[in-house]
């Protein structure tokens, strides 16, 4: 429940609970790059958050 909360304040939640979560592919050429790099910083935070959450 934590950790959904710290998601969802952070703007990262549906990455976790999105199906199609992945990287966006119905947008224009010019603009793609860019928004590539800004899912890929999103996809980094979601995945750090998660990973030094849990103990192994």
């Known amino acids: 429940m934590c950790m ?7 703007d990262l939640w549906e990455l976790v609970t999105d199906v ?3 990287i966006p592919t119905d947008i224009p050429e010019h603009a793609e790059s860019r928004r590539k790099r800004k ?3 999103k996809f980094g ?3 750090f958050a998660l990973r030094t959450s849990i103990s192994k």
């Open 20 to 22: 199609d979560a992945g």
């Open 45 to 47: 935070k979601t995945l």
């Open 4 to 10: 959904e909360a710290y998601l969802q304040g952070q």
């Open 39 to 41: 899912w890929k910083i």
